[in-house]
């Protein structure tokens, strides 16, 4: 089954950076369209980024344009979120999410495969 692993996280001052890594194991990760998604406790899952499976087609919720990028190594079977420029209302828990061949979709219930979540701390 596809697994995924996620590292990363912790606290970081407002206006600084930080990027998670979502380790993908047990699937082509070539095939998998891979997302990020986050959420306070209290509020609904909120769309972070997306990107193809062939690298194709990056997208971004309006919470991180400008200041997010989502990228994939293929040969470390790896997804990245670099955040930079951090506010405190970015402090939630991350997840990566993957789905088969899926074109593009903010939405959360077309993820099958979910990451174990980081917390991200901004602090002022």
């Known amino acids: 089954q596809v697994q995924l692993v996620q590292s990363g996280g912790g606290l970081v001052q407002a206006g600084g950076s930080m990027r998670l890594s979502c380790a993908v194991s047990?699937?082509?990760?070539?095939?998998?369209?891979l997302a990020w998604f986050r959420q306070v406790a209290g509020k609904e899952r909120e769309f972070v980024a997306f990107?193809?499976?062939?690298?194709?087609?990056?997208s971004y919720g309006n919470v991180a344009k400008g200041r997010f990028a989502i990228s994939r190594d293929n040969r470390d079977n790896t997804l990245y979120l670099q955040m930079n420029s951090l506010k405190s209302e970015d402090s939630a828990v991350y997840y990566c999410?993957?789905?088969?061949?899926?074109?593009?979709?903010?939405?959360?219930?077309?993820?099958?495969?979910w990451g174990q979540g980081t917390q991200v701390t901004v602090s002022s």
């Open positions: 990107i193809r499976w062939n690298g194709a087609g990056i």
């Open positions: 999410a993957a789905a088969l061949y899926l074109l593009e979709t903010p939405a959360a219930k077309n993820y099958l495969h």
């Open positions: 047990g699937g082509a990760f070539s095939s998998y369209s």
